[in-house]
């Protein structure tokens, strides 16, 4: 399994995402998971990239959260979540995308 993490460093929801993502693939007995981290740093690589906001997650090179409602470019990412948007997905859902 490849895991992805897009982010730039304006947006400080990516360090959540980090953090969850990690959780969840101990908790799936896949410490073999590296997750790789892309920093997206201009507008020009944001779309070459199709990146949809910071953070972005990709599972095997796709984005499991994306609704077809995004936009590219460097801005933070809102996630819909059962508590409401926030700026990353929840445990439970990357648990859902990852298991």
């Known amino acids: 399994m490849r895991v992805q993490l ?7 929801n990516w360090i959540v995402a ?22 997206v740093e201009t507008p020009e690589q944001a779309e070459e990239l199709n990146f949809l906001g910071s953070p972005t997650i990709r599972i095997d090179g796709t984005d499991p959260f994306a609704t077809g409602g995004e936009s590219v470019g460097l801005a933070c990412r809102v ?3 059962p508590d409401g ?4 997905p929840t445990t439970a859902q990357l648990l859902a995308v990852l298991s």
């Open 85 to 88: 948007p926030s700026g990353s």
């Open 6 to 12: 897009l982010y730039f460093d304006g947006c400080p």
């Open 18 to 39: 980090e953090e969850r993502l990690a959780r969840v693939l101990r908790t799936l007995g896949r410490d073999d998971a590296a997750v790789e981290h892309l920093r």
């Open 79 to 81: 996630y819909g979540t």
